[in-house]
Nanobody, 112 residues
């Protein structure tokens, strides 16, 4: 089970930190990722972190976001800085290969 939280309404340039609790997944052995979806559009990949801690980001992140994980708490995080209106979406966490059923996600709204 995946439960994302931490979204909200912010202004352009501000920051948010998303969190994800992943039940039934051992972060020590599973690469994890963040994804986002705008209503009416396909879900897109945002960031991933490997079991070794190597992070990868979509081009649109442009060094603004940072993904991290806590293997003890089995929690995943996404620090989002310099948010832009184009980042407005529902954000989801999942395994990097999207193998778990999708949770409800957390809504991020960035006003200009």
């Amino acid at each position: 089970q995946l439960q994302a939280s931490g979204g909200g309404l912010v202004r352009a340039g501000e920051s948010l930190r998303l969190s994800c609790i992943a039940s039934g997944i051992d972060f020590r052995f599973t690469a994890m990722g963040w994804f986002r979806q705008v209503a009416g559009k396909e879900r897109e990949w945002v960031a991933r972190i490997t079991t070794g801690g190597t992070a990868g980001y979509a081009n649109f992140v442009k060094d603004r976001f940072a993904i991290s994980g806590d293997n003890v708490k089995n929690q995943l995080y996404l620090q989002m800085n310099s948010l832009e209106p184009e980042d407005t979406a529902t954000y989801f966490c999942n395994t990097a290969a999207s193998r778990m059923p999708w949770g409800q996600g957390t809504q991020v709204t960035v006003s200009s």
